[in-house]
T-cell receptor, first 114, second 114 residues
Framework: EPEVTQTPSHQVTQMGQEVILRCVPI?????FYWYRQILGQKVEFLVS????????KSEIFDDQFSVERPDGSNFTLKIRSTKLEDSAMYFC????????????FGPGTRLTVT | AQSVAQPEDQVNVAEGNPLTVKCTYS??????LFWYVQYPNRGLQFLLK??????LVKGSYGFEAEFNKSQTSFHLKKPSALVSDSALYFC????????????FGKGTRLHILP
């Protein structure tokens, strides 16, 4: 069964450094998402991406964040200058076409900012 | 604004007994409702969805959920619990008239006692 994959599984970085989290969505999916889950808290929406552009973003997704689909398979989340409060589990998700409703999630990348 | 409430932090059920995990929601339009399960160190796995039609929907691993429009609820159920059902369960909603993002509840930890 096709799966969303994410790399790395765990990333440790120092405050102020740039990080790039990588995702490979399910191959024929058209809609892509990033969510995050701070330890012990809810899963929160960050951004949705369709047709090579952001379709929606939350207030969390400020100028420090960016997303990109550099080729036909990868979907990346970049944090330009990490802060301690960016420490969280980051989940990538994808959805098929307009007629599909459920999002399929990857296993997540645990980001630790020290 | 969209929201999801899961009133129980933890539910304990004896193996073989029926289980219910509660969820209520609030959206301005028609809801698309989902249940996801998270096992330790794993991502979110899709269990089932309600989009339209029959109020009782069936999903993976013998789970089902009942949509109740008047009570704005979407409780997850299973007739006979297994120890392997022990995990963190998330209810989620998407407003069909609005955004693409999914709003998650805080999660309910289901503990099946052998």
């Amino acid at each position: 069964e096709p799966e969303v994959t994410q790399t790395p599984s765990h990333q440790v970085t120092q405050m102020g450094q740039e990080v790039i989290l990588r995702c490979v969505p399910i191959s024929n999916h058209l809609y892509f998402y990033w969510y995050r889950q701070i330890l012990g808290q809810k899963v929160e929406f960050l951004v949705s991406f369709y047709n090579n552009e952001i379709s929606e973003k939350s207030e969390i997704f400020d100028d420090q964040f960016s997303v990109e689909r550099p080729d036909g398979s990868n979907f990346t989340l970049k944090i330009r200058s990490t802060k301690l409060e960016d420490s969280a589990m980051y989940f990538c998700a994808s959805r098929g076409d307009r007629g599909s409703y459920e999002q399929y999630f990857g296993p997540g990348t645990r980001l630790t900012v020290t | 604004a969209q929201s999801v409430a899961q009133p129980e932090d933890q539910v304990n059920v004896a193996e073989g007994n029926p289980l219910t995990v509660k969820c209520t929601y609030s959206v301005s339009g028609n809801p698309y409702l989902f249940w996801y399960v998270q096992y330790p160190n794993r991502g979110l796995q899709f269990l089932l969805k309600y989009i339209t039609g029959d109020n009782l929907v069936k999903g993976s691993y013998g789970f089902e959920a009942e949509f109740n429009k008047s009570q704005t609820s979407f409780h997850l159920k299973k007739p006979s619990a297994l120890v392997s059902d022990s995990a963190l369960y998330f209810c989620a909603v998407r407003d069909s008239n609005r955004d693409d993002k999914i709003i998650f509840g805080k999660g309910t930890r289901l503990h099946i006692l052998p």
